[in-house]
């Protein structure tokens, strides 16, 4: 038990992993800064596509259901109807598919609208957060500098 020699590290440094200068450091940062502003602003780009891409199509779906639910409406009977023994209904089935219909485009307005404020609370968001993180940079950038002094 004596006998074996103590390791003198815990994990022997592999080629390659040689401690770096503070100019490669601060080149280091430079570039981590460099490639993060850059991602964010591609990941920035894809939601603004991927965003505009789905409204495209939903502004070409949406009147394409309603053309379809007027062609259902126009075979619909214009007069009330009433079961036997009932009082009539208070609006004929064309008129509830008609009224069904402008709440339908109502809440399509409001969900679009709604839908346009959602992506750009999370765009702000993220502009902040990379906000952040380019500051954090900065900071470090900084302490770099200070010690080089």
């Known amino acids: 038990m004596g ?7 815990l994990f022997p440094m592999m080629l390659g992993w040689e401690w770096k200068s503070k100019s490669e450091r601060k080149e280091d940062w430079k570039d981590f800064k460099d490639n993060m502003e850059k991602m964010w602003d591609q990941f920035q780009d894809i939601q603004k596509t991927s965003k505009d891409a789905m409204k495209e199509q939903w502004e070409k779906f949406f009147p394409r259901l309603m053309d379809m639910q007027q062609t259902i409406a126009d075979t619909l009977p214009d007069e009330k109807f ?16 008609e009224k069904a219909k ?5 809440v399509n307005q409001h969900a679009v ?11 702000q968001r993220q502009q902040q957060v990379k906000e952040m993180v380019t500051d954090a940079v900065n900071n470090v950038e900084a302490e770099l500098d200070e010690k080089d002094d």
Do not use: H, R, W
């Not at 009433?82 to 598919?97: C, R, T």
């Open 3 to 9: 006998n074996k020699k103590a390791a003198k590290y």
């Open 82 to 97: 009433s079961l036997p023994g009932m009082p009539s209904a208070p609006i004929s089935p064309k008129e509830f598919v």
């Open 102 to 106: 402008e709440f339908q485009e109502t």
């Open 113 to 123: 609208e709604q839908s346009d404020n959602a992506f750009d609370f999370t765009v």
